[in-house]
């Protein structure tokens, strides 16, 4: 079977590509998100799509017991070695399908972790599956991109350089999808390293319908981090605020 995109992405390269995204900017993410939102103070945590386990630890850091699961190895064995949380742990499952079943106070899908799947029942079962890893009246937070803002202000074209290496990025949008590719040149003579993204643009309605059919309800919308009201054509991110009923 071919490896998806997904599997190859999320490797050693992908570090580098994102490295801006650090432990103090996830701090202070999941300080806002808790603050703004009824959450509950304690409990069970389960981060889903945890990547290196920057939020993951900024959450065990405020008493929470959590657990980490992603796809990438890479990914985890960094989040492991950057560990030193006794209720933190990480587990490696594709979100697809995850073995938990009612044990979860609150799940968090975070940075647009969600929408990698070609078919957009594979995307729903991703909802499913949060439901069904929480206990009722669970919580969920899913932070994902707003179409619009992203169609609005796309960069077609981006160039930046990581010590010897120049990353370059192009992006487009295509038959429902923000679609990344990004080469990796490392040395003159060297052939380029390619990687490829993809992300479903669902509308809002599509997120909540969703949401509504596999248990959630009293689900709110935000548009930023700041957790501002949600709006349409200007909010850059659409977080999801949702009850398992």
Known sequence: MAEEWFERSFREDYVLVYRHRDDSAADGEIANL???LPIKSTGRVLDLCCGSGRHSRALARRGYDVVGVDLSPVLLQLAEEQNTFPQLSFARCDMRNIPYKGEF???VNLFTSFGYFSSDEENATVIRNMSQALK?????????LNPAYVTANLVAESTKEVGEMLIKEKRWIENGFVKKRIEIHEGANSEPREYHEQVRLFEVEQMISM?????????????NYQFEEYVANESP???FYAIKQ
Do not use: A, K, N, P
């Not at 949401?211 to 548009?223: A, D, K, P």
């Open 34 to 36: 808790l603050e703004r």
């Open 105 to 107: 106070d609150i799940v």
């Open 136 to 144: 009722t009246q669970g919580e969920v937070i899913i932070d994902y």
């Open 211 to 223: 949401l509504e059919q596999s248990g959630f309800g009293q689900i709110q919308v935000f548009g």
């Open 237 to 239: 991110r659409m977080i």
